[in-house]
């Protein structure tokens, strides 16, 4: 309920303007006014949960939704109405940040997984079937309401749900921290009011005095506001948004690239409603079905996202704003090309494209900004994502609607939407190409190589790398060195973790491990040549690290008693690299002398003993005679 309500409006539009004879900027504020207070209390909404009882203030919230949704849909004026989407807007603050919070207590381990991925798969519906749902209900045209169905559907459903809520959900007791930032609270509503209805009504009210004023007061509110926020963390309670988190440069360029998504395809979904309807005259079916190849690109990409992130990472979100970006410019240049005389049908490859790099944009994104931070910082974390969310929506409503009818004018032939529409839909699309280009600027997730698609490179593809990056002299590809360089170090220390205590188990462990780093070995064999004994080499300080966790693993040995003290660590994990990847380094002398290839299995069993052998002979315990042991 609360996410569909983000959406549902857009395609009753035109039957609430025509209904209440008012103005489009008016209209639109219908739909802002929900997303400005929703998003304004969202952080506050969960705190109050905190305090009060997460069940309790999740049926508060279903009441307070369902009686504004009541009075949405008995609303006799457009000035009624938005004052009912603001209260609509409380209502959804106050139920939705208690729904991850009731996972999160209630599931453990394994089922909390899957309550999450049903909860996505909720929200994504929700997120994708609003245009189609009021479409549905405004061709039904229930009991000659028009458009007032899109709000009273909630009455029902949220009846249902405060009966569901207060008999299957677990009993919560209230916390102890009563603490609440009512001043940004309070702040953020402000700011975000004198923000978005200028931009929305501005135009059409021939931008008086105290809306250019309202405009102009953003700029020291927002200070006014980062100030307090400050001030309540340094007197040490706890802000409505915690500075400090903009400190970790993922968060700090995570939350821009929400803000520029949700912008976009607000404005998207919007302005694709007022194309159709008012610009072309569809019904609102027929425009709700036009949404549905976006609708089913955007759920298929939203399924397959988390297989996709394991491959890609945090560059999953950039083949889909490029994929949307490519999506929404081809769907400009077919607008442009029909012209005034579009059957809807032509539009539905461009917005299946659309829909899967949207799906892919949105379903990673939450989970990729809050993998930035500390766990400890998640929660906050996720407050301020979901919020800016939350606060993208209402300002790509605000500002591509001002630059649609902007553009638009007087003329309000089909062909000049067509026209108006082709050249500012390229406009949302300039935003997920700028969020692709921000996605790039995000680290690597704690963990994690610089791009998780180097994980599945075969090994001819690596060597290459290594090869264009060592002919240049570091002057070609050190990116993508880097990348495989972090993939390695990665490797490397994983296996120093894994390997065996005891000396033999411990120098046929590294021997055998030795064979995932065939084009490394390569690398490092050609690098010597290239370089010698003439002092550092290209990225020596990063592999620094690794062989000193290597120096200390020999060390721990040592003083285990599982190897001789006396020997010098250094030189002993010298010792230890040459026995385990001589065979790969030198593979003709290998064969030459033992009559077999370093990879043949009979080589490889033979070599693993006489490793294990070597390893024996090593141990202090092993070399103590049977008599003395005794």
């Known amino acids: 309920m609360a996410v569909i ?28 006014t929900y997303t400005v207070v929703y998003a304004s209390l969202l952080v506050t909404g969960g705190r109050l949960g905190d305090m009060f009882g997460r069940k309790r203030l999740f049926i508060a919230g279903l009441v307070v939704f369902t009686l504004a949704s009541a009075v949405c849909g008995a609303a006799p004026s457009i000035w009624v109405l938005i004052a009912a989407r603001a209260a609509q807007g409380v209502g959804g603050a106050l139920l939705y940040p208690q729904v991850l919070a009731i996972i999160q207590v209630t599931f453990p381990g394994p089922d909390r997984a899957r309550a999450l991925g049903v909860f996505g798969a909720v929200v994504g519906i929700g997120a994708i079937a609003g245009q189609l749902v009021g479409g549905l209900l405004l061709a039904s045209d229930v009991a000659g309401l028009t458009w007032r169905p899109t709000f009273l559907v909630n009455v029902p459903l949220g009846i ?15 916390g102890t921290d009563t603490h609440i ?3 940004g609270a309070g702040m953020a509503t402000a700011l975000l009011a004198l923000l978005v209805i200028p931009l929305l009504a501005g135009r059409e009210a021939g931008w008086p005095a105290w809306m250019v004023l309202c405009l102009l007061a953003v700029g020291p509110l927002v200070a006014a506001f980062i100030a307090h926020e400050r001030a309540v963390a340094a007197r040490g309670g706890t802000p409505l948004v915690r500075m400090d988190l903009f400190r970790n440069r993922g968060f700090a360029v995570g939350v821009p690239i929400a803000a520029l998504f949700t912008a976009s395809y607000a404005g998207f979904l919007l302005l694709l409603a007022v194309y159709l309807q008012i610009g072309l005259g569809f019904s609102p079916l027929r425009a709700g079905l036009t949404y549905t190849p976006n609708a089913i690109g955007f759920f298929v990409a939203s399924l ?12 999953v979100l950039t083949v889909g704003y490029a994929l949307a970006a490519a ?6 240049a077919t607008v442009a090309t029909a012209g005034g005389h579009a059957s809807g049908w032509e539009l539905g490859p461009t917005l299946f494209v659309a829909g899967l790099g949207q799906g892919l944009g949105m379903t990673p994104l939450i989970g990729t900004i809050i ?19 939350q606060v993208g929506n209402a300002l790509g409503v605000a500002l591509l609607s001002l630059l649609f009818f902007g553009v638009l004018g007087r003329d309000t032939s089909p062909a000049h939407y067509a026209d108006t529409y ?3 839909l390229p406009v949302t699309a300039g935003l997920l190409v700028l969020a692709a280009f921000l996605v790039a600027r995000l680290p690597a997730t704690p963990g994690g190589t610089a791009n998780a698609l180097l994980e599945h490179l075969p090994g001819w593809a690596s060597g290459f790398g290594y090869s264009v990056f060592l002919m240049t002299g570091g002057r070609l590809g050190d990116s993508f060195f880097h990348g495989l360089l972090g993939r390695v170090i990665d490797r490397r220390a994983r296996q120093i973790r894994e390997a065996p205590l005891p000396a033999g188990p411990y120098l046929a462990y590294h021997f055998r491990a030795a064979h995932d780093d065939g084009p490394w070995l390569t690398y490092l ?20 690290p690794v062989i000193q966790s290597q120096i200390d693993e020999v060390r721990s040995r040592q003083a285990a008693g599982l190897l001789p003290a006396d020997l010098d660590p250094a030189l002993l994990r010298l010792m230890v690299f040459a026995l385990a990847n001589y065979p790969a380094l030198l593979p003709q002398i290998t064969r030459m002398t033992t009559g077999y290839a370093p990879d043949d299995p009979e080589f490889v069993a033979a070599w693993t003993g006489f490793l294990r052998q070597l390893g024996t002979r090593l141990d202090p315990a092993a070399r103590i005679p049977s008599s003395d042991a005794a």
């Open 5 to 32: 309500d983000v959406t549902i409006v857009n395609v009753a539009l035109p039957s609430i303007r025509t209904d209440l004879h008012t103005s489009f900027g008016l209209v639109a504020l219908v739909i802002s």
């Open 160 to 174: 249902l749900a405060i009966l569901a809520a207060a008999t299957i959900l677990p009993r919560d007791e209230p």
């Open 181 to 183: 930032d009512w001043g």
């Open 304 to 315: 397959l996202a988390p297989r996709i992130t394991r491959v890609l990472g945090r560059h």
């Open 327 to 332: 999506g929404l410019f081809s769907a400009a």
């Open 371 to 389: 993998g930035t931070l500390a766990p400890r910082d998640a929660g906050a974390g996720a407050g301020v994502v979901t919020t800016t969310l």
């Open 422 to 424: 082709a050249l500012v």
């Open 525 to 544: 064999a050609r690098e010597a040549l290239a370089h010698g004994n003439t002092g550092a080499v290209p990225h020596e300080d990063e592999r620094r």
